[in-house]
């Protein structure tokens, strides 16, 4: 329940998702080589060029994934879901390349969307969700 002396909120979007990585070299070739994703930004911040931020995309899209190194935790344990028109090809296009934690075939549920999961080498969890058709 929202409170009506409450302004309105600005925001608009999730524009970045995050992950905990261990090695954003390894995380970014995950991400690019394996799942044809684009790298959106690396860069290094701080005041000495310390740190370093790091993003990654499907083509096209709007959000994007930040790969961070742990903060006072282990990498992993997070999630997110990115989308399809064809969950069946995309299972089997990266069946085909291997080398990815993939759960069994894709599968459905009552009022759930046809989908898979599967995880990143640090075991962050990628469901594959099957887009509603345009209208």
Not at 44 to 71: D, H, K
Not at 118 to 124: E, L, Q, S, V
Request: aromatic share 6%; glycine share 10%.
């Amino acid at each position: 329940m929202t409170d009506s002396t409450q302004a309105p909120t600005t925001l608009t979007n999730i524009g970045v998702a995050m992950f905990a990585v261990a090695d954003q070299d390894a995380a970014i070739a995950f991400y690019t080589e394996k799942l044809g994703f684009e790298l959106r930004a690396d860069v290094t911040f701080g005041e000495n060029g310390e740190m370093r931020w790091v993003e990654v995309a499907p083509p096209g899209s709007t959000a994007r994934l930040a790969l961070n190194p742990p903060m006072g935790r282990p990498p992993g344990g997070s999630g997110i879901g990115v989308e399809t028109a064809d969950v069946h090809a995309e299972y089997a296009r990266l069946k085909a390349i291997g080398g990815i934690d993939l759960d069994s075939e894709p599968m459905t549920s009552p009022g759930a969307p046809l989908l898979f999961m599967m995880r990143d080498p640090d075991g962050n969890h990628i469901a594959v969700v099957e887009a509603p058709p345009a209208e």
